[in-house]
């Protein structure tokens, strides 16, 4: 990964356009491509970005992040540099569960004609270059389906499932795959954030996977 804090304007240009005044900026460099541009604000979420496949040249004064496909441009102006760094982090562990989390996964893919009748398991737990899908199935008809399971669905979940799917869209043997954001609870913010980006919310009944049989509805 490399860290680039610069003075920098942002620009924008592709089927929409959105431009950044000049200010101190974090910019990361990530291993898969994608570039992001960070303020001291904002928890996680950039200013702007370029998820890959995506190609950075630069110019004296000038990057210009080129999206691989769409040909979309992120173009910074950098007034001046005040720290750049390179670090190799290595292929990341991924989240680790908590036991319930973890027992979820377990009992979703023993039983994973809960999402729908006829879907069936590929498997869990399948390893991507930035990280493992909880579970990786089929639907009824044949289509590859990606489920990321918590415990309460927020949206980093959302986040999560969603650079899976980038990444996993991009192999021609999966493609195309869908997203499932499973969990016993689902706030409202990160239901809203997955319908947006095409993915489908599923509410899981903890009890009604181990077999205890609830007094209402086991599945929502």
Known sequence: ????IARCSVDYVGRLTAHLPMAPRLILV??????SIHADDRAFKPL?????PCKLREDDGTWTVTH????????????EVLHDSSHELGVDPGLQKDGVEAHLQ????EHITTLGDGWTL??????????PVDILCRDHLGGTVAVEIKRRGEIDGVEQLTRYLELLNRDPLLAPVKGVFAAQEIKPQARVLAVDRG???VTLDYDALRGIEPENPTLF
């Open 68 to 79: 691989g496909k769409t040909g979309e441009k992120l173009i910074l102006t950098i007034e």
């Open 1 to 4: 990964m490399r860290l680039v």
């Open 30 to 35: 990530k291993a898969d491509g994608s570039v």
């Open 199 to 201: 993915i489908d919310c």
């Open 106 to 109: 377990e009992l979703l893919a």
């Open 122 to 131: 590929i498997r869990r737990e399948y390893m991507t270059a930035i990280g």
């Open 48 to 52: 702007n970005w370029m998820n890959p």
